[in-house]
């Protein structure tokens, strides 16, 4: 099965800077790739997300890159600011047929923001 | 905005004894889902149930787990006999069709904490 490795496990930065989280991943049918950014006591939400046929994408601050032939993608946040502080999980989705959606999940990365 | 809502928030229950963890997913979404984070590990699939059926199972699943969707609205996990290790937050996800079958975004519950003793 797929199996979804994610660095660093913590990362600190400060208020302004950039942050950028690293993930690899095992099978090379996976297709779609997700990030979920996770507050304290709430579930996971979707912040960004990628699928194979490009390589990069990017949505104000955040911006996610996808290098197919390495099985690897990356989630960076620029400019970052106190409430991006939260645990950050990359996924990736194994293509098992129509109707399932099986997300493999990373360990996950908490970001301080030091303002 | 649509959200995914959980029941209960925090269940704690004894060794042996049955849970019920109750969702209810966005009204038109046809793709539902469970997954479970142990505290501090990653977040694991469980099961997908599209169609009045699961359509996929991870080995966590086993015989101890069953899912419903008992009135249209509503998507149940149930743990028969609940272990020590089934302490964990769960998940109840749903997904919309737009995209095609393996894209489009899956919305999270806040989930239910579930704590055996």
């Known amino acids: 099965g797929e199996n979804v490795e994610q660095h660093p496990s913590t990362l600190s930065v400060q208020e302004g800077d950039s942050a950028v989280i690293k993930c690899t991943y095992s099978?090379?049918?996976?297709?779609?790739f997700p990030w979920y950014k996770q507050e304290l006591g709430k579930g996971p939400q979707l912040i960004i997300d990628i699928r194979s046929n490009v390589g990069e994408k990017k949505d104000q601050r955040i911006a996610v890159t996808l290098n197919k032939t390495a099985k690897h993608f990356s989630l960076h946040i620029t400019e970052t600011q106190p409430e991006d502080s939260a645990v950050y999980f990359c996924a990736a989705s194994i293509n098992s047929g129509a109707g399932s959606y099986q997300l493999t999940f990373g360990k996950g990365t908490k970001l301080s923001v030091i303002p | 905005e649509p959200e995914v809502t959980q029941t209960p928030s925090h269940q704690v229950t004894q060794m042996g004894q049955e849970v019920i963890l109750r969702c209810v997913p966005i009204?038109?979404?046809?793709?539902f889902y469970w997954y479970r984070q142990i505290l501090g590990q990653k977040v694991e699939f469980l099961v997908s149930f599209y169609n009045n059926e699961i359509s996929e199972k991870s080995e966590i699943f086993d015989d101890q787990f069953s899912v419903e969707r008992p009135d249209g609205s509503n998507f149940t996990l149930k743990i028969r006999s609940t272990k020590l290790e089934d302490s964990a937050m769960y998940f109840c996800?749903?997904?919309?069709?737009?995209?095609?079958?393996?894209?489009?975004?899956?919305?999270f519950g806040e989930g239910s904490r579930l704590t055996v003793l």
């Open positions: 099978d090379s049918a996976s297709n779609y």
């Open positions: 996800a749903s997904r919309g069709t737009s995209g095609g079958p393996n894209t489009g975004e899956l919305f």
């Open positions: 009204s038109n979404h046809l793709y």
